[in-house]
C-alpha cells in the first residue's frame, strides 16, 4: 500500500477475519499487543513486537505467524513478510484465504507480480464473498502489472460481478478497458464514466486499440490524451523513430520534472540519444533537475558546440555551473548570455551573484550598476540588499547602512526592505540608540511590510527598554487581541501575562460526515482495498479541485482525508472551511489536525520529548501527510532525510531500508529520536528546531552571536528567512496544539 497508515482498519483486507476450524487462536499476550499498536497507528511497532515473540517461540503456531506476516506487510517489509509464509503446510486451508492474500500483498510489494495473482485468485477461491470481489480487483491489478491482460481482464470482470464494488464500478471500467481486446466493447465500458474516472478514459481507449493491434489509431489516441511517454515507447516498439525521438524530447522540454521525464531519460541515454542541440538541451534539463549536473553539463555543452548560443541555453549553461561548482565558468556563461538585450538583466544579476559567491572584488561594482541602471526589474531589490550584506559580512557598517537604508527608500514595501529595517534596528538597539530602532519598526508598520505584526512586538520591546512599561503593555495587549492566533500575538500574551490561549468549548457535538462524504471517503477506502491506490489518490485530488460549499461537508472530508493519512489535502480543505468559519474551533482543528495522536504521544513519551512539540514539528513538517516529499528529498511525517533516517537507525540499533522511510510511526520513531538528540546538545527549544531544520553547524555558530542567550533576539537573527520562519511557526503551531487538544 502507498497509505500504510490511511486503512489500517483494511488489515490487509481483513474486512471481517474469520478464523476456520483447523485454526486455533491462541491467547498471546504478544498478539494482543500488537493489535494494540496497529490500531493506534503504530504498525512499525505492531511488526517488531510479533517479531520479538516469533524469535523467542521455537515451534510459532500459524496465527502467530500469520499476524507477524500481516504486520511486516503494513510496514512494507515484504521480504519478511513473503519468508514467514511461503512453503507453510497450512496455507492454503488457512481462515478462508487470509494467509494466501498476505502472501499475495507481499509478493506484488516485491515485484513478483504474478505470483501475486497466482495468490489473489487461490485466496479469492476461498474467501467469502465480502472480500471476493476486492481479491479479483487485486488479481486483476497484479495480472495488469505482470503484462497478462487478458487474465486481468477476466479478473475485473470478476470483481464487478454481483455489484459488490458498486461504489468503484466507474474505475474497474477504466481498468477492465484498458485490458480488453476488443475496442468496441472498450468503448462501451467507456461511453457514460465521469469525472473523475473519466479524465483515464482516453488512456484506457489507447491502450485497448493497442491490445486490438490498431497501433495507428493508439498512438493518435496516446499523443492526443499527452500521453509523450507511451507514444515515445510505442512508436519505438514499432521502429518509428522519428514520431519516437519527437514525442521523446517535446516532453524532456515541456515537463523536465515529471515522472514521465524521468523514465524517459532512459530512452534518451538508451536507444534514443540525442542528435540536434534542441535535444541535448531537453535532456540537459531533465538531467539537472535530478541532481545530475554534471551529466546535464556534458549535454548542453555538445549542444553549445553544435550551434546553439542563445541566451536562454547560455543562462542554462551557466545555471548547471554553478550547480557543478564552476562559478568562475558560470560568470563569463553569464557575460555571454548578457549580449542579448533581451536577456541582458538577468544574465548580469546572475553573474553578479556569482561574483559574490567567488569573492571578486568587481562584485560590488556589478551589483551596484545593476541596481543603478535597472531600478525597476523585479531583482533590483535583491541586488541592493546582496550589496548591504556584503558590506554587513565585512563589518564595514557605515557602507552597509548606505545600502540599507537606499533599498528602504526605493523599495519600503519589499520583503529584503523589511529584513534591511530589522537589521538596521538590532544595530540601532546595540548601539543604546532605542528612539533610532523604534522609528525603524514604526516605518515597518507603515509600509504595511511583511514583518509588522514582528515590528510592533518589537516596538514593545524597545518601549520597555525606554522605561515605558504602560506604552509597552498597551502595545503587546493590541497585538494578543489582533494576532491572537499568531507567533507574536502569543508572545505578547506571555509578556503581558495573559493566561495561555485557550479555546471556549463549541457546543457542538462531533457527528458523522453528512451522507455525501461519507460515501466519497467510503470509496477511498474501497479502492485502497482494491489496490487501485493512483485511483484513489484520483479522487482525492477531484475532491481538492471541487471542494463542496456546505462547511460541514468541507470539515467532514478535512477531517476524513487526515485520518486517512490525506493530510495535505485535509489542511486545504480547512483553509476552505475557514473563508466560512475563520474562529470555529472545528475550522481550526481541521487546519491544525493530530490524526494520528496516539502515535505521536507514545514515540514522544519514548525519547522524553514534549508531545505537543512534536506534534507541532510534523504539522510544520509534513502537515500529517504520509507521503510527504519535499524538494531536498526528505521523507515522510517528520520529513527525514535518508541519510538523518539512516544514522538515527544505526544509533537506535533499528533495521532500516530506505523504502521504509515513510512508514508512519517508523518516522516518527525516528524523527522524535532526533528531535530529543538535538534537544539535549542545544539544551534549548529554539536552537533545537532551528537545526532540525537547517542542520546544527549553523545554529553552533547563530547561537555565538552577541545577544543569543536571548531566545527572541537569536530567533529574529538567524539569518536563513525558511529557518527563522520554521522556528516561529512551529513554536506558534506548539500553543495552539496546546490549546486545541489539550494535555
Known sequence: ???????????????????????????????????????SGRPWHAAETLLAAARRDPNPNAFLIVEGAKAEVHVRRFEYARTLLVNQPWLLDYADGEALAVLAQAEYGLGRYAEAATHFELARARAPETRAALLAARAGVAYEAAGQPDSAAAAYTAARSGGRLAAIDQWLRIRLARVTRDSANARVLLSDVVAPAARQAPVARARSLLLAGDTA?????????????????????????????????????REPLSDDAA?????????????????????????????????????????????????TTLLFYGEVLVA???????????AAAARDSAYRPLALYRRARVLVRLGDSTAVGALAGFAERYP???????????????????????????????????????????LARFRLATRAEDAGQLDSAAALYQSEIDAAGPQRTAARFWLGKAALERGDSTQARTIWLALAREDSLGYYGMRARRETGLPPLAFAPTGIPISAPPAPVAAGLARIDTLVLAGLDSEAQAEVRFVLSRPPQALDALLGWSEGLSVRGYGSAAVRL????????????RVLRAIFPWPNRSAVEAEAEEFGVDALLLAALVRQESVFDVEALSPAGARGLAQLLPSTAALMARGLDVAFYPDWITVPDLNLHLGAAHLAELLKRFGRVDAAIAAYNAGPVPVRRWLERDRASDPDKFIELIPYPETRGYVRSL??????????YGP
Not at 1 to 17: D, I, K
Not at 220 to 247: F, M, P, Q, W, Y
Not at 274 to 290: K, T
Not at 392 to 417: C, E, F, H, Q, V
Open 1 to 39: 500500500m502507498t497509505r500504510t497508515a490511511a486503512l489500517c482498519v483494511a488489515a490487509t483486507l481483513v474486512v471481517a477475519v474469520r478464523v476456520s476450524t483447523q485454526t486455533v487462536q491462541p491467547d498471546h499476550t504478544a498478539t494482543v499487543r500488537a493489535d494494540s499498536l496497529r490500531l
Open 731 to 740: 513554536l506558534r503551531n506548539r500553543e495552539l496544539y496546546r490549546a486545541l
Open 574 to 585: 480547512g483553509w476552505q472551511a475557514a473563508l466560512q468559519a475563520p474562529g470555529d474551533v
Open 263 to 311: 523514465a524517459g531519460v532512459a530512452l534518451a541515454l538508451g536507444p534514443l540519444p540525442p542528435r540536434e542541440p534542441a535535444e541535448h538541451v531537453a535532456l540537459a534539463r531533465a538531467l539537472n533537475r535530478r541532481n545530475t549536473g554534471k551529466d546535464a553539463r556534458i549535454h548542453v555543452e555538445r549542444a553549445m558546440r553544435g550551434g546553439d548560443s542563445s541566451a
Open 324 to 334: 557543478t561548482g564552476s562559478a568562475r565558468e558560470a560568470a563569463r556563461a553569464y
Open 217 to 253: 489509431r493508439a498512438l493518435d489516441a496516446l499523443e492526443a490524451a499527452g500521453k509523450g511517454l507511451d507514444v515515445a515507447r510505442v512508436a519505438l516498439a514499432r521502429s518509428d523513430t522519428a514520431r519516437s525521438r519527437t514525442a521523446l524530447y517535446a516532453l524532456l522540454a
Open 376 to 418: 525597476s526589474d523585479t531583482a533590483a531589490a535583491g541586488a541592493l540588499f546582496i550589496l548591504a550584506d556584503l558590506y554587513d559580512g565585512r563589518n564595514d557598517w557605515g557602507n552597509a547602512t548606505r545600502w540599507y537604508r537606499t533599498l528602504i527608500n526605493r523599495y519600503p514595501g519589499d520583503a529584503r526592505a523589511s
